[in-house]
């Protein structure tokens, strides 16, 4: 039974929808990365919000590991590239707290635009403070929007509802969606200028960290007040500081830190400066959400193979995982035959699918290929990593998908080329589920994989298949099957066989010298 840790406070609907799906959960709130590092090569499944930082080091003792599973959107807090070289999954829950994140930036602009903390704890200390605080009009405004996807968006929407003019930098914005929701897609230097308002709202990255930064509050309207509900990396809060301090910047309304938890912070205690603790996705309904969605993504992950909203990984449906399952086995096992007979440093691969095989969602079946394929030749290849791997090497990958009215109803097909040539490899699946090879470099043969097994080229003369078959019986090798293949009769041949223990190097030698041998390579299968 598959075993997911809780490391972060997630409704309790999680634990029961794990248990409900056969995953046995264990729920450990505020591990320290000490704690957390001893305790983790237990799981295969780890399913976080933002507290919990899954750092390198914490996925180098994750030996069991599978995949994280983030109950909310940023996963900053997780190192990708770490978790992808080791070949775990990571998923969000990309919808289920955006509405709730989007009225929260709704609330701080209020909160900013109409002094409520301060007003409110005036108030409640009993000092009615009524011509001391002044606010602003929200209606004809103009907001700007950095990073308009989902809950950008969302906070467009609810800006338009209010009267407000909402302009919005995202360079990954199409000007027809901006059409749709009613925006005015800018440039970064114009929406500084123009905004009243300015909200954030992209994730952190190298390409958004400190975006908001001396020069950008610079350029921005004297007045403007700026929220930020997205990652505290965003702004660089020294500048801002000193934006406010100069009276430059009226107000900011911060859910989010550089460092949090935000204990003690240059901006505390600032009038101007509405503050919550990362507070953002903090509702009934959008917990309940991303709880029920990270352990349904989880457990369908670990019980049925099915990945949704991986960021490292193509999705696979649970309608489609069943479907997929043998075609993995078959895309592994060719994948991983051909890497074996391959000679020479590895250029391109081309991966055709034939019929059936062309009808199924085949990224994860091209991503095994590639696990198959580069695993003989490399530590510490997966399903994860193997297109990471085959893209930072320069391999071209290339798949081609055919309608197929030959003698198979589904094939798929594997052409690798290397500096020294081509090989190619051929299957398909019997019975709808049991892989088969169905040809090798051109020549058609019928064959199962095995974990071991004996490939000769060889010049089609009489006599060679005794002479093979006395070599390997005095050695003591059993041959389990024998399978042979040929163009045309004293064309060139390919035998291929199946022994029940490996093929020793003596033994490979003695094969290479016989007569007619023109090559012979040793293949094992996990
Ligand atoms: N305060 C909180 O509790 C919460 C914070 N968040 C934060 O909000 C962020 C946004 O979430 P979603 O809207 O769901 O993500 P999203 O992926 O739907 O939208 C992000 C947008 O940012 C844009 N973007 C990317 N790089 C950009 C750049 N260099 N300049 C301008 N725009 C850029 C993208 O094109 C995209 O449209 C998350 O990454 C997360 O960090 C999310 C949920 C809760
Ligand atoms: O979903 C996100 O990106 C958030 O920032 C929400 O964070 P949280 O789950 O409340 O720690």
Redesign the pocket.
């Known amino acids: 039974m598959p075993k997911v840790l809780i490391s972060d406070s997630l409704s309790p609907r999680a634990v029961e929808i794990f248990k409900e799906r056969g995953v046995e959960v264990d729920v450990k709130v505020g591990l320290k990365p000490d704690e957390l590092k001893a305790i983790i090569g237990e799981y295969d499944g780890l399913a976080i919000r ?1 507290n919990t930082k899954v750092t390198k080091d914490i996925l180098a003792a994750a030996t069991n590991l599978k995949v994280v599973g983030r109950a ?5 807090n997780v190192d990708i590239p770490a978790a992808t070289a080791r070949g775990v999954v990571v998923m969000n829950t ?2 289920g ?2 509405i ?2 989007a009225e ?1 930036a709704i609330a701080m602009m209020f909160a900013l635009a109409r002094e409520i903390p301060a007003a409110n704890a005036s108030t409640h200390a009993g000092k009615w403070e009524k011509n001391r605080f002044m606010g602003v009009e929200l209606f004809g405004k103009v907001l700007g929007v ?9 906070v467009a929407d609810r800006a338009i509802g209010l009267k407000m003019k909402v302009i919005a ?5 199409s000007p027809e969606r901006a059409t749709e929701i009613g925006v005015e897609k800018v440039e ?1 230097e114009d929406l500084l200028k123009r905004a009243d308002f300015i909200t954030l ?5 190298e ?2 960290k400190g ?1 908001l930064d001396a020069k950008a509050l610079a350029k921005t309207k004297k007045g403007v007040r700026i929220i930020n ?3 505290g990396g965003l702004i660089v809060e020294e500048a801002l500081q000193a934006a406010i301090e100069a009276g430059h910047v009226a107000g900011a309304a911060l ?2 830190f550089a460092e949090e938890p935000a204990k003690a912070h240059p901006l505390f205690g600032n009038e101007k400066v509405v503050a919550t603790p ?5 509702t009934t309904e959008a917990q309940e959400n991303v709880a029920l969605q990270v352990a349904e993504q989880l457990a369908d992950y670990l019980v049925n193979g099915a990945v949704v909203n991986a960021l490292n990984m193509p999705s696979v449906t649970a309608e489609e995982a069943p479907r997929l399952r043998p075609y993995m086995k078959l895309a592994e096992q060719l994948g991983g035959f051909v890497g074996q007979l391959i000679d020479g440093s590895l250029k391109g691969v081309a991966i055709e699918y034939e019929g059936q095989a062309a009808t199924l969602n085949t990224k994860p079946l091209t991503a095994i290929v590639l696990k198959g394929l580069l695993g003989p030749l490399m530590e510490s290849v997966n399903m994860v990593n193997a297109p990471v791997i085959a893209k930072e090497r320069d391999i071209k990958v290339a798949e081609t998908k055919r309608t197929n009215d030959g003698d198979y109803q589904t094939l798929v097909r594997i052409i690798v080329t290397t500096d020294k040539g081509t090989n190619s490899v051929t299957g398909t699946l019997f019975g709808g589920d049991k892989p088969r090879l169905v040809e090798i470099d051109e020549v058609p043969i019928e064959a199962e994989v095995t974990p071991f097994m004996l490939f000769v080229r060889n010049e089609d003369k009489p006599g060679f298949i005794g002479k093979l078959g006395t070599t390997l019986g005095n050695a003591s090798v059993n041959i389990a099957t024998f399978h042979l293949g040929r163009t045309a009769p004293g064309a060139n041949a390919i035998c291929l066989v199946s022994v029940d223990q490996k093929v020793d190097d003596a033994l490979l030698a003695t094969i290479r010298a016989l007569p007619s041998v023109v090559r012979a390579t040793e293949l094992t299968f996990a």
Do not use: Y
Not at 146 to 154: K, Q, R, V
Not at 169 to 173: Q, R, S
């Open positions: 933002s909310g959107i940023g996963v900053d990309p919808f707290n955006s709730t994140t929260h950095i990073g308009c996807g989902n809950i950008g968006g969302i930098f995202d360079p990954f914005l970064l709202h992209t994730p952190l990255t390409a958004t975006v509900c997205a990652r859910d989010v990362h507070l953002g996705a903090s």
